[in-house]
């Protein structure tokens, strides 16, 4: 990159943090939640995926600001006596896991079919057009829990705990590659009929190379955008499947999990076990929501120009 187009990137990104504060904001924030949770093993203070690195004489120990807390355990510990704010650190890191690998499938499966539909016309689109069709008219949630049950049953739960992360990231990965699609083929049909992909044809590129080099960068805007939102809905559907007991196993938690757990406890008075997990989840979600409704109003030419 020559150091001339350094000041434009600059004062693009300027203009962007002045006219979004609240999208840098969530950016920051997505940033800090990122770094934490995937140093969790160098900031949490105890493992709790290691059984015997907890007492079941610390359990349900309120948050720090609570009398009766205890030092050891900032935001305090689960029915197990697990440190909850390792717990989470853990669990946030397993949830991001799960959706940006769910999401790099879905963008994988659906962008290739989209590109090859939007590209190709004729039954190619027909095809694909049908089997996204089909896809979508199916719950996402509802296939998800057929299949995670399906497995549950076949493997046991004991093998299912070691393949619960690759499991939820094919099935969620899976069900929702058709937003990817549609999004790819309609973006392909505009940039098909514009003169630099006539230009390429007639210097005798080959399809893939068109393909490749000409029009996937040329609708990657808002591919982004997409990408953007549905980590949130991956990450959610992972929570949503873990607090149904049909995603990661309590031994290896993520935040639905920790949730779920909690959610009897409530009741108790252990009211942390659950809300604060919940918060973090919240708190992913719409930091997310923003930066990718950002992201889509700022690529957008229309939204910028009005």
């Known amino acids: 990159m020559s150091l001339s187009t350094v000041p434009a990137a600059d004062r693009a990104f300027a203009t962007f943090a002045a006219e979004r504060p609240g999208a840098v904001l969530a950016g920051l924030l997505l940033a800090i939640v990122g770094v934490a949770a995937l140093f969790a093993p160098l900031i949490a203070p105890q493992d709790p995926f290691d059984l015997a690195s907890f007492d079941i004489l610390d359990a349900e120990l309120p948050p720090i600001w609570q009398e009766g807390s205890d030092p050891r355990f900032v935001l305090g510990t689960d029915a197990q006596g697990r440190d909850l704010f390792s717990a989470i650190l853990y669990g946030t890191r397993i949830s991001l896991l799960v ?31 049908r089997l996204a069709d089909v896809q979508l008219s199916l719950s996402t949630l509802m296939m998800a829990i057929i299949v995670m049950a399906l497995f549950r049953a076949g493997l046991g739960g004991e093998a299912l705990s070691q393949f619960a992360v690759p499991l939820l990231v094919l099935v969620i990965g899976l069900a929702e590659w058709p937003i990817f699609a549609r999004t790819a083929r309609a973006a392909t049909l505009v940039e098909v009929s514009k003169d630099y992909v006539r230009a390429a044809r007639a ?23 997409i990408a953007t939102t549905q980590v949130a809905g991956a990450i959610m559907a992972e929570a949503a499947l873990s607090f149904l007991g049909l995603g990661m196993p309590v031994t290896k938690p993520s935040l639905g999990t920790l949730i779920r757990s909690g959610y009897d406890l409530m009741f108790a008075g252990a009211w942390w076990v659950t809300v604060l997990p919940g918060l973090v989840l919240i708190g992913v979600l719409i930091a997310v929501n923003v930066l990718g409704d950002a992201l889509r109003d700022w690529l957008d030419p229309r939204a910028r120009a009005g």
């Open 203 to 225: 210097v005798g590129s080959g399809d893939a190379a068109i393909v490749q080099r000409h029009i996937l960068p040329n609708i990657l805007s808002p591919l982004v955008v």
């Open 99 to 129: 959706g940006i690998l769910a999401v790099a499938i879905q963008a994988a499966i659906g962008v290739s079919l989209g590109l090859a539909a939007g590209y190709s016309g004729g039954r190619v689109d027909s095809l694909v057009t």
